[in-house]
């Protein structure tokens, strides 16, 4: 056994879950057979009266190796083959709780998914008094359910309902939590836990399962034996369904192991379990998600991207150029990871106006408990407003969110400039503005580099950087480190307009109001976008960035490139509303009226500019287009190498730009259609609305040579986790 110490002393069996050269005990392989060993071990010797399992790292076992998993999909294995692979675990735990011998877990830290369901099987559960310790069953959050027995045990613990609400959100739960709901049995200080695993053996337990003795109810009843509970299955199908649009399967797939299992004895629902979730492994919505959400944005929080052999940089001291909207936002996660910042604007007044923000934050947070006086006093401490550029001096990097002019960006950047050190970095928040036109007017171009932040910044949890045409590696390197510090998320993109995110959002918003001036009528256009998993339609989020900055950026943009502007197709929409004076939510119209006080509502005038034509597009028609726009841009910036590598295009498109996660991405999305289908489905579409679907040539020859943005698992995997 590799992965577990098996030791025996005075009767009991000490399983010590401990995977070699891993900082976590996770699922893998090896490790069920270990158990599976170590388990039969334990039935065998007469001399063993019963089993301890804990771990000897900080966490018990926190779930299944995410790698693994999603190289799970391109298994070549067939569906009852893996039907059968799924039960393997599953048949390990059954063991435990039937071999006739009883089972403690002794849980010393975090137990999630398989790790939580191993302690369910056991007879006992006594958990140390961590305040670190989580307890859950998040797979619905990888697309998947709690395959290991977690659907049976838990709805049999503690009711189909409490059960049901735990599972389909993908709750981690503390421990006062966890043990008002009978999860774990105690709650001991960490240095008594063994002490009391033991002494719990001692008392000859009974090793027997609730589930598995003669008459046995399930605590409000089960499936549909009691009317509560088939409430229960009702509303939570009903709003299983509207949260997720039947986008995400995995919810429902929960639903339906509970209803089904806990009518039947747990074998059988054991197999009813293992039968949806083979069913979900076999969707690529599962490897998607675990792919982009979790691997692939774990190893961008570790910076991926960093160019190696720079000395690290910790910022103590931040200068912060304008305290609007975004400044104010940056100077509060800045001062929140620690680092004292310099906030500047045109006034001290107005500085102090940024400042504001913050504590009306901090104000919020602590009238819900979540911060002390003493911490929201700290954090307010470290923002030092001011009107004067001396104050900059001492700054590793100063950001500029003023407002998005050229003439004011280069005005702050010189003065700037005149006062902070040579090793400084200057970075620019600007959304739609070349970096490298920016960086003209900076006399250290390498050092000049854009942070692209999003709004509420102390929500969103991208950042996208915009490496210039003249940015260092050192400067790249630096900009990430401050990203890390800050707990955000990076990608980094090369240079271009509107980089990578700022474009692609811009064919979202451009594409529902084409659809507005093609006749279809605008509330199936939102809930369109709204079934296919965007957070919000195309034409509210124009109201929220509002028709007057996409004028603006339309002027600016065509003002720059003069002949070469692809002027984007449905421009005349923003246009129109902004003649009427519908400017935006802001503004209080727009596509959308905004009654005080009331719900918006889609403004009744645009059934005139826009008459809806007399036979609609199927919403399946409408999704696509919506869709099928933002990967195609997405794929030209691969093309023109403004993303590098198809996470941060995956990343982005998910955290920066609201496309549904089930997808894994806009790349992600290409691949699960299929490169060649993506390709001929998008030449059909620019037959039909326009060239702007037209897919770029790199695409086309992807698809003639078989490739896909992420090699399959069988094939090499290296390029799925970079
Ligand atoms: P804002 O209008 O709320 O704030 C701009 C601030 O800059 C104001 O407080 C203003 O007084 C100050 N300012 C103007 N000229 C100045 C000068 N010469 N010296 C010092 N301070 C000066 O604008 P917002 O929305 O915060 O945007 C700022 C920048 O961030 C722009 O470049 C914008 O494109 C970019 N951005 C905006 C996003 C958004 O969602 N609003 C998202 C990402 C980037």
């Not at 170590?38 to 089993?51: E, S």
């Not at 305040?131 to 709690?146: A, D, I, T, W």
């Not at 004895?265 to 039968?275: F, N, S, V, Y």
């Not at 003493?374 to 500029?400: G, P, S």
Request: charged letters at 25%.
């Amino acid at each position: 056994m590799k992965t577990i110490n098996f030791s025996a002393e005075n009767g009991i069996a000490t399983l010590t879950l401990d995977l070699p050269g891993r900082s976590m005990n996770l699922l893998t392989p090896e490790f069920m057979a270990d158990l599976d060993e170590a388990v039969d071990r334990v039935a065998a010797d007469d001399g063993i009266k019963g089993a301890i399992v804990t771990s000897a790292k900080d966490a018990f076992l926190a779930g299944a190796d995410l790698m693994w998993l999603v190289n799970q999909f391109d298994s070549p294995a067939t569906p009852a083959e893996r039907l059968e692979s799924n039960m393997a675990l599953s048949n390990v735990f059954r063991k435990i709780e039937t071999c006739g011998k009883p089972f403690v877990a002794a849980i010393n830290g975090t137990a999630l998914g398989g790790g939580l369901e191993l302690t369910l099987a056991c007879h006992h559960r006594i958990a140390a008094k961590n305040p670190s310790l989580v307890l859950g069953l998040p797979e619905v959050k990888v697309g998947l359910l709690p395959g290991a027995g977690g659907t049976q045990r838990l709805p049999r613990m503690i009711g189909v309902q409490k059960a049901l609400e735990l599972m389909t959100q993908g709750t981690h739960l503390r421990l006062d939590k966890a043990l008002e709901l009978g999860i774990v049995d105690a709650v001991v200080p960490p240095d008594e836990l063994m002490k009391a695993a033991n002494a719990w053996l001692d008392g000859s337990p009974n090793a027997e399962q609730p589930w598995d003795k003669k008459g046995f109810r399930i605590p409000g009843g089960g499936g549909a034996m009691h009317p509560a509970a088939v409430q229960t299955f009702i509303a939570g199908s009903a709003m299983v369904a509207r949260e997720t649009q039947h986008n995400y399967p995995a919810p429902l797939a929960i639903l339906s192991c509970v209803y089904e299992g806990t009518i039947v004895p747990i074998d059988t629902g054991l197999r009813i379990e293992a039968k949806y979730f083979t069913k979900l492994m076999l969707d690529p919505v599962y490897r998607n998600m675990t792919r982009t959400l979790f691997i692939n944005k774990g190893l961008a929080d570790k910076l991926a991207r960093r160019p190696e052999g720079v000395p690290k940089l910790q910022v103590k001291r931040l200068g912060m150029l304008g305290a609007g909207m975004m400044g104010a936002g940056i100077a509060y996660v800045s001062a929140k990871a620690g680092i004292d910042v310099v906030l500047l604007d045109r006034s001290v007044e107005d500085a102090e106006r940024g400042k504001d923000y913050s504590a009306k934050l901090l104000a919020k947070q602590l009238e819900r408990g979540r911060t002390t006086q003493d911490k929201a006093d700290a954090l307010l401490a470290r923002i030092k407003t001011t009107d004067n550029y001396d104050d900059l001096a001492d700054c590793e990097l100063v950001i500029e969110a003023v407002f998005e002019s050229r003439d004011i960006k280069a005005d702050v950047t010189h003065k700037t400039e005149a006062v902070i050190s040579d090793t400084a970095i200057f970075a620019s928040n600007t959304s739609t503005l070349p970096i490298t036109g920016l960086a003209t007017q900076s006399k250290r171009p390498g050092s000049f580099i854009g942070l692209h932040f999003f709004s509420p910044v102390d929500k969103m949890p991208l950042v996208e950087v915009i490496v210039g045409e003249k940015t260092t590696d050192a400067t790249l390197a630096q900009a990430l480190d401050y990203v890390q510090q800050i707990r955000k998320t990076p990608i980094v993109v090369n240079d271009s307009r509107g980089f990578f995110t700022s474009r692609v959002f811009g064919t979202f918003t451009n594409e529902g109001m084409a659809l507005l001036k093609d006749g279809v009528k605008p509330a199936l256009i939102e809930n369109a976008a709204k079934m296919a998993g965007m957070p919000v339609g195309p034409l509210a989020v124009t109201d929220e960035v509002t028709q007057e900055l996409v004028h603006k950026v339309h002027v600016q943009t065509a003002a720059d490139l003069g002949d070469d502007y692809d002027v984007p197709s449905a421009i005349d929409v923003a246009e129109k509303l902004l003649e009427l004076g519908r400017k935006g939510k802001r503004f209080g119209k727009g596509f959308y009226d905004y009654p005080e006080g009331e719900k918006k509502r889609l403004w009744a005038g645009l059934a005139e500019l826009y008459p809806p034509a007399a036979e609609q597009p199927p919403v399946e028609e409408v999704e696509k287009r919506l869709l099928y726009r933002q990967a195609v841009e997405t794929a030209r910036c691969i093309e023109e190498n403004v993303l590098t590598h198809p996470a941060d295009g995956d990343i982005g498109s998910i955290f920066g730009i609201g496309f549904p996660p089930y997808t894994g991405g806009a790349l992600s999305f290409i691949d699960t259609i299929g490169v060649a289908e993506f390709v001929a489905e998008c030449d059909r579409l620019a037959k039909a609305y326009g060239p702007r679907f037209t897919p770029p040539e790199s695409l086309r020859q992807m698809a003639a040579r078989g490739e896909q943005y992420y090699p399959r698992a069988d094939k090499g995997a290296e390029r799925s986790a970079a």
